[in-house]
């Protein structure tokens, strides 16, 4: 089958965040006199915010301190320190170009997904932006929540066959959880492992292959 409405997740899947992100946690653990090597956070690649400083034993109050350091660090530097996969603008442009209407649904809070958008100028290929709220409230049990608002947005009836494409198993639990098929991606952050146990509909190795699936010609 091919589909109509395409869901993105942003980091892991469009871009590598992995500098900017690494870097922002590092800066939000050590001011908790945590010291973390950058390798050993991109398994934090993907998640909430709050589910991460959960797993380092943060509780309370002490999560949103961290939160708010993160986001000192990232607003002004990591939100830049980023790059886009090979490949992804022009499968973008192509997928407008046959019809399909696409998405960003992203763990991400919705402001600092748009300004990295517009910073690689991949805002144009988008009709609509599902990150979370600053406060971390849309994503508190995963990512079920900013599907369905992308849904509601672009395909109130559901007439349209949606997929929800990503790296992690976030993406594929919550395409599951709104009922709709997922792709998983494994050029990100994401092992094929972690994809495959989650449930993801399907598993990509590469853009070009994405493309192909999207439009149905290597069913």
Known sequence: MSYGLCLFDLDGTLIDPKLGITKSFQYALASFGVHAEPDSLTRFIGPPLRETFRIYGFSGSDIEKAVDKYREYFAETGIYNNTIYPGIPETLQKLLDSGKILAVVTSKVTAYT??????????????????????????????????????????????????????????????????????GNTWGYGSYNELTTAGATRIVDSVNELYNLIMGSNE
């Open 114 to 183: 748009v300004r990295i958008l517009e910073y690689h100028n991949l805002v144009k290929y988008f009709s609509f932006v599902s990150g979370d709220e600053m406060d971390g409230s849309l994503t508190t049990s995963g990512k079920r929540e900013v599907i369905r608002i992308a849904l509601d947005a672009l395909d109130p009836g559901r007439n349209m066959s949606a997929v929800m494409i990503g790296d992690r198993k976030h993406d594929i639990d919550g395409a599951r959880e709104v009922g709709i098929d997922s792709i």
